[in-house]
């Protein structure tokens, strides 16, 4: 999986942070808070991630509501799972992993450890 352009990302943690369906002029309007965007810009990018499965979309009249589709989570995860994959000894990635990681993370790890334990018995 690809990383998220910077324009991609803005548009994709809105959604998140807002969760909430939301229109390209609500977007556009929020991101021209703190730097001009043009609309047309936003739009064609909201398409492309429509159309790269990030983004579901629903007609209200004349606009489209946008909502992620998948969750700013699955996002990481992902970003995650891909950088494993550059490396030839996956175990020692994890492990260089989980020497930087913090108390409450590894306690987190390890609670997702048996939880997924839990799924994989018979």
Same mark, same amino acid.
Do not use: C
């Given at each position: =999986?690809?990383?998220?352009? +910077? *324009?991609?990302? %803005?548009? =994709?943690?809105?959604?998140?942070?807002?969760? #909430?369906?939301? $229109? &390209?002029?609500?977007? &556009?309007?929020?991101?021209? %808070?703190?730097?001009? &965007? !043009?609309?047309?810009?936003? =739009?064609? &990018? $909201?398409?492309?991630?429509?159309?790269?499965?990030?983004?579901?979309?629903? #007609?209200?009249?004349?606009?489209?509501?946008?909502?992620?589709? #998948?969750?700013? @989570?699955?996002?990481? !995860?992902?970003? =995650? @799972?891909?950088?494993?994959? $550059?490396?030839?000894?996956?175990?020692?990635? *994890?492990? +260089?992993?989980? @020497?930087?990681?913090?108390? %409450? @993370?590894?306690? !987190? *790890? +390890?609670?997702?450890?048996?939880?997924?334990? #839990?799924?994989?018995?018979?």
């Amino acid at each position: =999986m690809r990383r998220l352009g +910077h *324009l991609e990302a %803005e548009i =994709m943690d809105r959604l998140w942070t807002w969760d #909430r369906p939301s $229109t &390209v002029r609500q977007i &556009v309007d929020d991101i021209n %808070e703190t730097r001009p &965007v !043009a609309y047309t810009t936003v =739009m064609t &990018v $909201t398409n492309i991630l429509f159309t790269k499965g990030w983004l579901l979309r629903e #007609r209200q009249g004349r606009a489209w509501l946008y909502t992620p589709a #998948r969750s700013r @989570e699955a996002y990481a !995860a992902a970003l =995650m @799972e891909d950088g494993l994959g $550059t490396s030839r000894d996956r175990p020692a990635a *994890l492990m +260089h992993f989980v @020497e930087n990681m913090t108390p %409450e @993370e590894i306690d !987190a *790890l +390890h609670k997702a450890l048996r939880s997924v334990g #839990r799924r994989a018995e018979p």
